[in-house]
């Protein structure tokens, strides 16, 4: 993942993060990968952060993924359980 950044200031006030939604509840969106400085990133990272939500949890296999350009510039789920290892 080329998303996620060791210094915090390399990332700006609104990033781009690929979201996953679940398809029975629109509302509910987690974003799993990011923050990426630019739209590009996040689609050149886009099929493997699905494949990776796919291995952490199989039911991802049903959710929508998009790249939507958000504030804020916390990790994504990956970045986050990625850390933690």
């Not at 990272?45 to 291995?55: F, M, T, V, Y």
Request: proline share 6%; with cysteine; hydrophobic share 35%.
């Amino acid at each position: 993942m080329q998303g996620w950044w060791r210094n915090q200031s390399d990332v700006n006030e609104k990033n781009f993060y690929i979201v996953a939604t679940a398809p029975d509840e629109p509302s509910l969106q987690v974003k799993i990968s990011g923050p990426y400085l630019t739209e590009q990133a996040a689609e050149a990272d886009l099929n493997a952060a699905i494949d990776e939500a796919k291995d952490i949890d199989p039911a991802a296999c049903g959710y929508r993924y998009s790249i939507t350009q958000v504030k804020g510039c916390k990790p994504g789920v990956i970045q986050h359980m990625a850390s933690h290892l």
